[in-house]
Nanobody, 122 residues
Framework: QVRLVESGGDLVQAGGSLRLSCAASGDTICISTMRWYRQAPEKERELVAALTSGGSTSYADSVKDRFTISGDNGWNTVYLQMNNLRPEDTAVYYC????????????????WGRGTQVTASS
């Protein structure tokens, strides 16, 4: 089991910055990849950024060069630094963990936080 809690969402003006945090607890040693997703009203949830246990990162084209995903050792906290925010970045941002431990039936399993609202006003 992995539990995720996001924080850091806020209302900012376009061009501003925010840093989201995702606090992980439980079987964090089993996590292989952490991801940030977002979902705007009446739109599909989309992948924003990913970070693997090996340190590789990937980003959606729409956020490249503006957002940075990072994490501390041991997956205790994962961050999403968001710079030069645009109105189209407005969404609920969700943290996701993919995890699999020896002895677990099936898997890997995906765990989700409850989200944090980011609003960038024009």
């Amino acid at each position: 089991q992995v539990r995720l809690v996001e924080s850091g969402g806020d209302l900012v003006q376009a061009g501003g910055s925010l840093r989201l945090s995702c606090a992980a607890s439980g079987d964090t040693i089993c996590i292989s990849t952490m991801r940030w997703y977002r979902q705007a009203p009446e739109k599909e949830r989309e992948l924003v950024a990913a970070l693997t246990s090996g340190g590789s990162t990937s980003y959606a084209d729409s956020v490249k060069d503006r957002f940075t995903i990072s994490g501390d050792n041991g997956w205790n906290t994962v961050y999403l630094q968001m710079n030069n925010l645009r109105p189209e970045d407005t969404a609920v941002y969700y943290c996701n963990a993919e995890a699999l431990c020896a002895g677990w039936a099936h898997g890997p399993y995906n765990y989700w936080g409850r989200g944090t609202q980011v609003t960038a006003s024009s």
